[in-house]
């Protein structure tokens, strides 16, 4: 899968992050895009592996026996809305901690391999 696409201000950071998850996921397999929550979701081998956020925050899907040792490392817990957890098995990291491209891919490494 290759995506080739420039990049603008009026993409957002959704769109920005989106397009940095697409550059560490080209060379899977299996990998559909799907919008929803707000955000657009990376399916990777039929599972929803990590989500970027409207905010460019990123949810990523986690083994839930991880959980805490991921909020020590920076992430959030991941809520369906303001006040409804989305429960251990994922996590929010924020913006801002992402600005890294080892950092990303980290996190979605970890989403994609859970």
Request: with cysteine; glycine share 12%.
């Amino acid at each position: 899968m290759a995506y080739h696409r420039l990049m603008t201000a009026a993409d957002g950071p959704r769109e920005a992050l989106a397009h940095r998850i697409r550059a560490i996921l080209n060379s899977q397999q299996d990998v559909r895009e799907i919008r929803m929550f707000g955000g657009v979701c990376f399916m990777v081998d039929g599972r929803m592996a990590v989500a970027a956020g409207r905010d460019g925050g990123l949810l990523v899907r986690t083994d839930p026996s991880r959980y805490d040792d991921l909020l020590t490392r920076g992430a959030e817990p991941a809520t369906m809305s303001r006040t409804r957890p989305m429960g251990r098995g994922w996590i929010t990291v924020p913006g801002p901690r992402l600005e890294g491209e080892e950092e990303l891919a980290w996190w979605v490494s970890l989403g994609v391999g859970t």
